[in-house]
């Protein structure tokens, strides 16, 4: 029976593969996307030494029988994606490794999303916001008020800082918060381009003395997604295979199986 186990976690693995990479297809003209892979890990393998029916943990170094595969985890790209000029004053592009962050549902969420909107309040209040409608922070973790600021003369600045015309005068009017992580493989995904940080600390340019690290941002461009639909395509063909052999794994199993209960006597 161990083979048939064998062959079914190779189709198991395919699949959740088909399903990593059918997420990277859906998201190739997502803004800031990074792309996902599989890591794959090997079962238990049990290693046979001769004249041993049992294994056992003192049993020396013999016949290794591999118990299959599984999918660890999903592994994000974290490599920047190409950058597209939009000619939109509210677009912004990281060129390097900082994050946005914003107001979520849940608290603050992070994301490499630039492509910024207006959002006007009931009262009438404007502010900076995500395309899903969450309030962009400054620096000092509050949202970014743009009332009675013309939008025509906005300006952000490579350090974050965003300078419009209030009432015909130039006016600094507030500080992108920027953002980087340790380990950004750590963030946890919430959809939406959004991130949690999870375990992960927020390094503010406050707590990172090199400010190499955040890079510069850039007016009029957004980040576009890091997948690479060519990619995507080979791999979707590596994981057909491995699907169609870890089929072929049972099936011969179960022919085999079959002609030993058919044996006569």
Known sequence: MRVLWTGASGMNTAGRWVDALANDAANLNTTGYKSEDLAFT?????????GVRVPAPDTPPGLPVGGGVRAAARVSDWRQGPLKETGRRLDAAWEGEGFFAVSGPEGIRYT?????????DARGQARLATADGHLVLDELGAPIDLT???????SIRPDGRIIGSVAG?????????????????????EGNNLFAAGTETPLTPADVPDPRRFGNL?????????????DVMTKLMEAERMYALGARVILTADQMMS???NLRG
């Open 42 to 50: 090997e079962l238990l393998a049990v290693h046979y030494a001769p």
């Open 218 to 230: 850039r007016q009029g461009c957004l980040e576009a997604a890091n997948a690479d639909l060519a």
């Open 259 to 261: 002609m030993a209960n």
């Open 169 to 189: 005068t130039p006016t600094d009017i507030a500080t992108l918060q920027r953002v980087v992580f340790d380990h950004p493989e750590r963030l946890i995904k």
């Open 112 to 120: 490499r999303d630039g492509s910024f909107q207006v959002s006007v």
């Open 148 to 154: 009675g600021v013309d939008l025509s003369t906005l």
